[in-house]
Protein backbone atom coordinates (compact mmCIF):
# COMPACT_ATOMS: atom_id res chain seq x y z
CA UNK A 1 0.00 0.00 0.00
CA UNK A 2 1.16 3.18 -0.63
CA UNK A 3 1.87 6.02 2.11
CA UNK A 4 3.54 8.86 2.91
CA UNK A 5 5.46 10.09 6.01
CA UNK A 6 6.49 14.02 6.60
CA UNK A 7 8.25 13.58 9.82
CA UNK A 8 8.29 17.23 10.87
CA UNK A 9 5.17 18.82 12.05
CA UNK A 10 6.40 21.92 13.06
CA UNK A 11 9.39 23.65 11.43
CA UNK A 12 10.61 27.44 12.09
CA UNK A 13 13.12 29.00 9.90
CA UNK A 14 14.36 32.60 10.08
CA UNK A 15 13.38 34.74 6.74
CA UNK A 16 15.98 34.74 4.19
CA UNK A 17 17.61 30.64 5.64
CA UNK A 18 17.54 27.68 3.44
CA UNK A 19 14.52 24.98 4.22
CA UNK A 20 14.21 21.52 3.99
CA UNK A 21 11.28 19.92 4.49
CA UNK A 22 11.71 16.19 4.63
CA UNK A 23 9.19 13.88 2.88
CA UNK A 24 9.43 9.54 2.68
CA UNK A 25 7.09 7.32 0.81
CA UNK A 26 6.03 3.75 0.28
CA UNK A 27 5.25 2.67 -3.12
CA UNK A 28 5.96 -0.59 -5.25
CA UNK A 29 7.26 1.02 -8.19
CA UNK A 30 8.35 4.39 -9.62
CA UNK A 31 5.75 6.61 -7.67
CA UNK A 32 4.34 10.05 -9.19
CA UNK A 33 5.24 12.61 -6.03
CA UNK A 34 3.97 16.26 -5.50
CA UNK A 35 4.31 18.99 -3.04
CA UNK A 36 1.52 21.05 -2.20
CA UNK A 37 1.10 24.09 -0.35
CA UNK A 38 -1.41 25.35 1.61
CA UNK A 39 -2.40 28.76 3.09
CA UNK A 40 -4.71 29.27 6.42
CA UNK A 41 -8.28 29.04 4.65
CA UNK A 42 -7.43 28.28 1.53
CA UNK A 43 -7.08 24.84 -0.88
CA UNK A 44 -3.82 23.61 -1.75
CA UNK A 45 -1.85 24.49 -4.76
CA UNK A 46 0.94 22.58 -6.02
CA UNK A 47 4.32 23.60 -5.84
CA UNK A 48 6.15 20.87 -8.30
CA UNK A 49 5.92 16.82 -8.86
CA UNK A 50 7.97 14.07 -10.18
CA UNK A 51 6.94 11.77 -12.52
CA UNK A 52 10.28 10.42 -14.21
CA UNK A 53 13.56 11.72 -15.85
CA UNK A 54 15.76 14.41 -14.14
CA UNK A 55 14.96 13.72 -10.31
CA UNK A 56 16.07 17.22 -9.17
CA UNK A 57 12.65 19.05 -9.78
CA UNK A 58 11.70 22.96 -10.42
CA UNK A 59 8.72 24.49 -8.91
CA UNK A 60 7.04 27.27 -8.72
CA UNK A 61 7.91 30.60 -5.85
CA UNK A 62 11.69 29.06 -6.26
CA UNK A 63 10.97 25.73 -4.91
CA UNK A 64 12.88 22.80 -5.82
CA UNK A 65 12.73 18.60 -4.77
CA UNK A 66 15.01 16.04 -5.40
CA UNK A 67 13.57 12.35 -5.98
CA UNK A 68 15.92 9.99 -4.37
CA UNK A 69 15.19 6.51 -5.21
CA UNK A 70 17.79 4.67 -2.99
CA UNK A 71 16.06 6.63 0.15
CA UNK A 72 12.56 6.89 -1.03
CA UNK A 73 12.79 10.30 -0.06
CA UNK A 74 11.17 13.20 -1.96
CA UNK A 75 12.53 16.56 -0.30
CA UNK A 76 11.35 20.20 -0.57
CA UNK A 77 14.17 22.58 -0.71
CA UNK A 78 14.42 26.51 -0.90
CA UNK A 79 17.49 28.19 -0.58
CA UNK A 80 16.03 31.44 1.25
CA UNK A 81 12.90 31.55 3.07
CA UNK A 82 10.21 34.69 2.71
CA UNK A 83 7.71 35.57 5.25
CA UNK A 84 5.28 34.63 2.33
CA UNK A 85 6.10 31.10 2.89
CA UNK A 86 4.24 30.45 6.03
CA UNK A 87 1.90 27.84 5.28
CA UNK A 88 1.31 24.06 5.51
CA UNK A 89 3.34 21.60 3.08
CA UNK A 90 2.21 18.47 1.74
CA UNK A 91 3.81 15.28 0.10
CA UNK A 92 1.75 13.34 -2.02
CA UNK A 93 2.43 9.87 -3.64
CA UNK A 94 -0.05 8.28 -6.28
CA UNK A 95 -1.24 11.55 -6.54
CA UNK A 96 -4.15 10.01 -4.18
CA UNK A 97 -2.03 9.82 -0.68
CA UNK A 98 -1.10 12.54 1.21
CA UNK A 99 1.62 13.06 4.24
CA UNK A 100 0.25 14.39 7.51
CA UNK A 101 2.00 17.80 6.24
CA UNK A 102 4.59 20.09 8.03
CA UNK A 103 3.63 23.41 9.26
CA UNK A 104 6.67 26.35 8.33
CA UNK A 105 6.74 29.33 10.45
CA UNK A 106 9.06 32.04 9.17
CA UNK A 107 10.43 34.58 12.13
CA UNK A 108 12.17 37.90 11.43
CA UNK B 1 -10.28 30.35 -16.19
CA UNK B 2 -11.89 30.00 -13.44
CA UNK B 3 -10.77 27.20 -10.53
CA UNK B 4 -12.93 24.38 -8.95
CA UNK B 5 -15.41 26.29 -7.37
CA UNK B 6 -17.25 24.95 -3.55
CA UNK B 7 -20.13 26.28 -1.25
CA UNK B 8 -20.87 26.69 0.88
CA UNK B 9 -17.44 27.63 2.51
CA UNK B 10 -18.52 27.47 6.13
CA UNK B 11 -21.55 25.14 7.27
CA UNK B 12 -22.30 24.72 11.28
CA UNK B 13 -25.02 22.32 11.65
CA UNK B 14 -26.52 20.22 14.61
CA UNK B 15 -25.61 16.84 14.70
CA UNK B 16 -28.27 14.81 13.07
CA UNK B 17 -29.04 17.05 10.76
CA UNK B 18 -28.11 16.40 7.14
CA UNK B 19 -25.67 18.81 5.08
CA UNK B 20 -25.22 18.84 1.36
CA UNK B 21 -21.54 20.44 -0.53
CA UNK B 22 -21.36 21.08 -3.53
CA UNK B 23 -18.43 21.79 -6.09
CA UNK B 24 -18.22 22.85 -9.75
CA UNK B 25 -14.92 21.36 -11.39
CA UNK B 26 -12.67 23.25 -14.00
CA UNK B 27 -14.25 23.17 -17.51
CA UNK B 28 -13.15 20.09 -19.47
CA UNK B 29 -11.84 18.23 -16.24
CA UNK B 30 -13.26 14.31 -16.33
CA UNK B 31 -11.67 13.71 -12.72
CA UNK B 32 -13.22 14.88 -9.53
CA UNK B 33 -11.93 14.03 -5.98
CA UNK B 34 -14.02 14.85 -2.78
CA UNK B 35 -10.96 14.71 0.27
CA UNK B 36 -12.03 15.31 3.66
CA UNK B 37 -9.01 16.96 5.94
CA UNK B 38 -9.37 17.03 9.85
CA UNK B 39 -7.41 19.54 11.63
CA UNK B 40 -3.95 18.47 11.88
CA UNK B 41 -4.10 15.98 9.01
CA UNK B 42 -3.41 16.20 5.25
CA UNK B 43 -6.55 15.04 3.04
CA UNK B 44 -8.13 11.63 2.92
CA UNK B 45 -9.66 10.29 -0.34
CA UNK B 46 -13.62 9.84 0.30
CA UNK B 47 -14.32 9.33 -3.61
CA UNK B 48 -13.18 9.86 -7.25
CA UNK B 49 -15.42 9.85 -10.39
CA UNK B 50 -14.13 9.25 -13.44
CA UNK B 51 -16.68 11.43 -15.31
CA UNK B 52 -20.60 9.96 -14.26
CA UNK B 53 -18.33 6.97 -12.59
CA UNK B 54 -17.44 6.32 -8.87
CA UNK B 55 -14.41 4.66 -9.50
CA UNK B 56 -12.48 4.50 -6.13
CA UNK B 57 -15.31 4.77 -3.04
CA UNK B 58 -13.69 2.43 -0.62
CA UNK B 59 -13.11 5.57 2.12
CA UNK B 60 -16.13 6.66 1.90
CA UNK B 61 -18.80 6.13 4.74
CA UNK B 62 -21.13 4.61 2.77
CA UNK B 63 -23.77 4.67 5.80
CA UNK B 64 -24.29 8.49 6.18
CA UNK B 65 -22.36 9.91 3.74
CA UNK B 66 -23.55 9.83 -0.43
CA UNK B 67 -22.54 11.42 -3.44
CA UNK B 68 -23.24 12.17 -7.24
CA UNK B 69 -21.63 13.29 -10.06
CA UNK B 70 -24.72 14.36 -12.88
CA UNK B 71 -23.76 14.73 -16.49
CA UNK B 72 -20.15 14.26 -15.25
CA UNK B 73 -19.72 17.99 -14.38
CA UNK B 74 -21.13 19.04 -10.91
CA UNK B 75 -21.07 16.95 -7.49
CA UNK B 76 -22.63 16.96 -4.47
CA UNK B 77 -21.25 14.89 -1.47
CA UNK B 78 -23.84 14.53 1.29
CA UNK B 79 -24.14 13.33 4.94
CA UNK B 80 -27.12 12.61 6.85
CA UNK B 81 -27.17 12.55 9.96
CA UNK B 82 -24.14 14.55 10.69
CA UNK B 83 -22.08 13.05 13.72
CA UNK B 84 -19.47 15.28 15.69
CA UNK B 85 -16.83 13.65 14.26
CA UNK B 86 -17.74 14.88 10.72
CA UNK B 87 -16.50 17.89 11.57
CA UNK B 88 -13.70 19.06 9.03
CA UNK B 89 -13.09 20.66 5.90
CA UNK B 90 -13.87 18.80 2.69
CA UNK B 91 -12.56 19.90 -0.35
CA UNK B 92 -12.76 18.90 -4.09
CA UNK B 93 -10.38 18.59 -6.79
CA UNK B 94 -10.66 18.26 -10.64
CA UNK B 95 -7.96 17.19 -13.03
CA UNK B 96 -7.91 16.21 -16.65
CA UNK B 97 -7.79 12.60 -16.15
CA UNK B 98 -6.65 10.44 -13.20
CA UNK B 99 -3.02 9.04 -12.51
CA UNK B 100 -0.19 11.28 -13.26
CA UNK B 101 -2.23 14.43 -13.86
CA UNK B 102 -2.29 17.53 -11.44
CA UNK B 103 -5.10 18.27 -8.92
CA UNK B 104 -6.75 21.25 -8.58
CA UNK B 105 -8.33 22.34 -5.48
CA UNK B 106 -11.31 23.96 -4.34
CA UNK B 107 -10.79 26.16 -1.15
CA UNK B 108 -13.19 23.73 0.59
CA UNK B 109 -15.82 23.53 3.00
CA UNK B 110 -15.16 24.04 6.42
CA UNK B 111 -17.95 22.18 8.43
CA UNK B 112 -18.06 21.73 11.86
CA UNK B 113 -21.09 19.69 13.60
CA UNK B 114 -22.62 20.63 17.00
Known amino acids: AQSVTQPDIHITVSEGASLELRCNYS??????LFWYVQSPGQGLQLLLKYFSGDTLVQGIKGFEAEFKRSQSSFNLRKPSVHWSDAAEYFCAVGPLVFGKGTRLSVIA | EAGVVQSPRYKIIEKKQPVAFWCNPI?????LYWYRQNLGQGPELLIRYENEEAVDDSQLPKDRFSAERLKGVDSTLKIQPAELGDSAVYLCASSLSAGSETQYFGPGTRLLVL
Open chain 2, 27 to 31: SGHNT
Open chain 1, 27 to 32: YGATPY
